[in-house]
Nanobody, 127 residues
Framework: VHLKESGGGSVQAGGSLRLSCEFS????????MAWFRQAPGKEREGVAA???????LYSDSVKGRFSASKDNAKNTLYLQMNSLKPEDTAMYYC??????????????????????WGQGTQVTVSS
């Protein structure tokens, strides 16, 4: 399974970006997926996680501003980010559990449950 993120960039505070994560290598990836981010000098943190039933969990820091979705027909995971803040500046990664693992025990934790990771896309928010 290969994951590739896109859509990052530089925006001013209050702006919006939409990240995409295309996944390939499995005809139908039935696995929980998630978005993570990592700012310089900080640990990687979960942003949003979506299970195979479409249930979505958000971190408190992005709840109400970010929206995750998945288009299985296009094999793409999305992260719509609105009302961006300078503290949202980070490298954003998408991750997927192994095929067949539809639910994570700790969806927003960047642990071994997530077997596949993308290379990341940079988001920079200026004040």
């Amino acid at each position: 399974v290969h994951l590739k993120e896109s859509g990052g960039g530089s925006v001013q505070a209050g702006g919006s970006l939409r990240l995409s994560c295309e996944f390939s290598g499995s005809p139908e990836l039935r696995a929980c997926m998630a978005w993570f981010r990592q700012a310089p000098g900080k640990e990687r943190e979960g942003v949003a996680a979506i299970d195979i039933d479409g249930n979505i969990l958000y971190s408190d820091s992005v709840k109400g501003r970010f929206s995750a979705s998945k288009d299985n027909a296009k094999n793409t995971l999305y992260l719509q980010m609105n009302s961006l803040k300078p503290e949202d500046t980070a490298m954003y990664y998408c991750a997927a559990a192994d095929d067949g693992v539809g639910y994570a025990t700790d969806p927003l934790s960047p642990n071994d449950e997530y077997k596949y990771w993308g290379q990341g896309t940079q988001v920079t928010v200026s004040s």
